[in-house]
């Protein structure tokens, strides 16, 4: 195992050690410390927290102020308009922008041998949002295998407002997750239409989508995989604190259940991952953890509604009087 780079900081426990870094709030990488093997790395990503710096793939990052796509990058409340910064291909605004929550230095306002809080403060304009955000983010390790994820904004102005963790999962350190057997807790999910926009909730049945029973993941299916499972709530609450369970993986001896307050878990299976720069094609910037190419690393992204203010969806936007809150939960048990 590497010893941490220079600026990164570093929560622990008996089993697992995670490092955080303050470009992107990031989990740069979370080490299963009793692997047989010795510590393996569990995410994909690079050895230099400076290589992150040209990450288009948000690996790791927390995205927002709205993660996932807007449409024509363009919010409507009231009578006003707002025009948001344009960073997708087909003309949407993506992650929140080309300089999203996830390209910022975000300041560490506290830091326990177990656990690390961010804060960041977006002003009003940023990206082209409307209103003054503050934003929080902790990372908390505990003994029982888990590590939780909690978001928190507040908005002076109505907003809409969506923080998501984009960690590229790989439990066992193969080429790529075909080896990942997956279990998806939806029935529905959103398919993406010819401009890669969420559609109305339709059945994963008869689709490469499946995952209501559990099974390895296909290699034909990596270059599809990429949309949001509307969660089964009704059956999956999580010991009565408010989390209902949105996936379970399962590869090289561990198993990692996701967990979230959320409606959504977004999966993505990587088919857009590559190197990402001359330096790294060329072996000059090291990946840590798996190789970076397609299909590498798994996605299990814990969010609100895609495409939630276009689609005129009243609970996604916060104001002063309503503050944003969003928990994950990354929970590791041993096969």
């Known amino acids: 195992m590497l010893p941490a780079p220079p600026g990164v900081y570093v929560i622990r426990n008996a089993s697992f050690e ?11 990488q979370l080490w299963w410390l009793g692997a047989p093997e010795g510590p393996r790395p569990l995410c994909v990503g690079f050895e230099s927290p400076q290589d992150y710096r040209s990450d288009n793939l948000s690996m790791g990052s927390v995205c927002g102020r709205y993660g996932n796509r807007i449409e024509d990058a363009l ?7 707002y025009a948001l910064d344009v ?6 605004c993506l992650h929140g922008g080309r300089v999203g929550f996830g390209k910022r230095v975000w300041r560490v306002r506290a830091h326990t041998p177990t656990a690390l809080s961010f804060h960041l403060h977006s002003a ?32 002076d102005a109505p907003c809409p407002i969506n923080l998501v963790p984009h960690p590229y999962w790989n439990l066992d350190g193969h080429a790529d997750v075909t ?7 939806a029935h529905t999910y ?8 969420p559609e109305p909730p339709a059945s994963v049945a008869d689709t490469p989508f499946d995952y209501t029973t559990a099974r390895h993941i296909r290699r034909a299916d990596i270059p599809a995989l990429d949309a949001a499972y509307l969660i089964h709530r009704a059956a999956s609450a999580d010991h009565g604190n408010g989390l209902h369970v949105a996936a379970r993986c399962e590869a090289g001896g561990l198993r990692l259940t996701v967990s979230t307050d959320r409606p959504f878990v977004h999966l993505y299976a990587a088919a857009g991952l590559a190197p990402q720069s001359v330096a790294e094609a060329n072996g000059h ?5 798996v190789a970076h190419q397609p299909g590498a690393g798994l996605c299990l992204e814990t969010e609100d509604w895609p495409n939630g203010p276009a689609n005129q969806r009243e609970e996604v936007w916060y ?3 309503r503050a944003y809150s969003h928990k994950a939960r990354w929970q590791f048990t041993t096969l």
């Open 319 to 321: 104001d002063a009087h």
């Open 285 to 289: 910037a090291k990946p840590l953890g």
């Open 18 to 28: 995670a490092w955080l870094l303050p470009l992107g709030a990031r989990l740069m």
């Open 190 to 197: 959103l398919p993406l239409n010819a401009r890669e926009l």
């Open 179 to 185: 080896t990942h057997q997956l279990w998806v807790n």
């Open 75 to 81: 919010l409507g409340v009231a009578d006003q308009r």
């Open 87 to 92: 960073n997708h291909p087909m003309g949407h």
């Open 124 to 155: 009003s304009g940023d990206q082209g949002f409307p209103g003054n955000c503050d934003a929080s983010v902790s990372y908390a390790l505990s003994n029982d295998g888990c590590l939780t994820w909690t978001a928190t904004a507040q908005v």
